[in-house]
């Protein structure tokens, strides 16, 4: 086991736990994690079931990333799931163009603020990470 595929299992096994403390009603951090508009609406309700889904989504994205660095090497439908979920990523750190990732054109709330400061880094660099393991 490699340090990039560790270092990305943890990341989004930590990230799906948040989001199943989320998805079972807790309330600490929700706010922060959701874009608003600049007067202070957010743009979309999470529902605690897709919510749920998001959580079971970031914990095979780590199971993926684990499988990743394990000897022998993973099996061609990890590969191309790591490849899969590092495109993904690196697109949602670049951005939608509106609330989300680099390219934003909404900014000066709360979630811009920290999406331009650690959502989107965190996207671009575990998407690279993915390519790496996946190249």
Do not use: Q
């Not at 920290?114 to 965190?122: G, I, M, V």
């Amino acid at each position: 086991m490699t340090l990039i595929p560790t270092v990305l299992a943890v990341c989004f096994a930590l990230l799906g736990l948040v989001h199943l403390y989320w998805g079972l009603g807790g309330k600490i951090g929700k706010a922060a994690a959701i874009p608003t508009l600049p007067d202070g609406r957010p743009v979309f309700h999470p529902k605690p079931r897709g919510t749920l889904l998001i959580a079971v989504s970031l914990f095979a994205i780590a199971a993926v990333a684990w499988r990743l660095g394990m000897v022998p090497p993973p099996g061609d439908i990890i590969r191309y799931s790591g490849t899969a979920i590092g495109a993904l990523l690196l697109f949602r750190g670049i951005g939608e163009r509106r609330y989300l990732g680099l390219l934003k054109r909404i900014r000066g709330t709360r979630f811009a603020t920290l999406d331009t400061l650690f959502y989107s880094p965190f996207c671009i660099a575990s998407g690279i990470g993915f390519m790496i393991l996946t190249a």
